[in-house]
T-cell receptor, first 108, second 113 residues
Framework: QKEVEQDPGPLSVPEGAIVSLNCTYS??????FMWYRQYSRKGPELLMY????GNKEDGRFTAQVDKSSKYISLFIRDSQPSDSATYLC????????FGKGTSLLVTP | DAGITQSPRYKITETGRQVTLMCHQT?????MFWYRQDLGHGLRLIYY???????DKGEVSDGYVVSRSKTENFPLTLESATRSQTSVYFC????????????FGDGTRLSIL
């Protein structure tokens, strides 16, 4: 079992929808959590970086960590076709432990 | 340009051949990493390095060799390529300890026939 579990999707939503992407993690020692976005044939790029529990907002994106349930979420408001990508959650030890990624398609 | 670059971007080779994938970063980051990305497995760590001349194995290191003689370079060598090593390989770097984010290159797509 991977340390970080993520529903692979694919997830298809209409433009303007609110998107919820979710992960669970198993190692309670990890303190830092990250969301990466990966476009086709490109490397992952850092989207959000959070520490501890609570919410962090950056524009249309909100990252949420619930340490009591070991749950990580990413919310995208007013989703755009340009948000179509694979989203990877990760927790941080000496390296990153990635989920398998959720493929998101936002249709016009 | 500043950043992390991988070369080649695409490579086709045959089983049994030695292949080296290059990774170069201009940030002077201490840590560097190699991952492979496969359908159904996501990103898996092959090797990492905390500094020049310090390397350590990751989850899937068998069949791979790394070196780090200079801070900015972290080549990955497949000593005798096998079909199971067909994958997309990503190099990443990080400034310091585990609370810092990693930054990735655009990958090398390797096919072994």
């Amino acid at each position: 079992q991977k340390e970080v579990e993520q529903d692979p999707g694919p997830l298809s939503v209409p433009e303007g929808a609110i998107v919820s992407l979710n992960c669970t993690y198993s190692n309670s020692a990890f303190q830092y959590f990250m969301w990466y976005r990966q476009y086709s044939r490109k490397g992952p790029e850092l989207l959000m970086y959070t520490y501890s529990s609570g919410n962090k907002e950056d524009g249309r994106f909100t990252a949420q960590v619930d340490k009591s349930s070991k749950y990580i979420s990413l919310f995208i408001r007013d989703s755009q076709p340009s948000d179509s990508a694979t989203y990877l959650c990760a927790d941080s030890g000496y390296a990153l432990n990635f989920g398998k990624g959720t493929s998101l398609l936002v249709t016009p | 340009d500043a950043g992390i670059t991988q070369s080649p971007r695409y490579k086709i080779t045959e089983t049994g051949r030695q292949v080296t994938l290059m990774c170069h970063q201009t940030w002077s980051h201490s840590y560097m990493f190699w991952y492979r990305q496969d359908l159904g497995h996501g990103l898996r760590l092959i090797y990492y390095s905390a500094a020049a001349d310090i390397t350590d194995k990751g989850e899937v290191s068998d069949g791979y060799v790394v070196s780090r003689s200079k801070t900015e370079n972290f080549p990955l060598t497949l000593e005798s390529a096998t079909r199971s090593q067909t994958s997309v390989y990503f190099c990443a770097s990080r400034a310091g300890a585990g609370n810092q984010p990693q930054h990735f290159g655009d990958g090398t797509r390797l096919s072994i026939l």
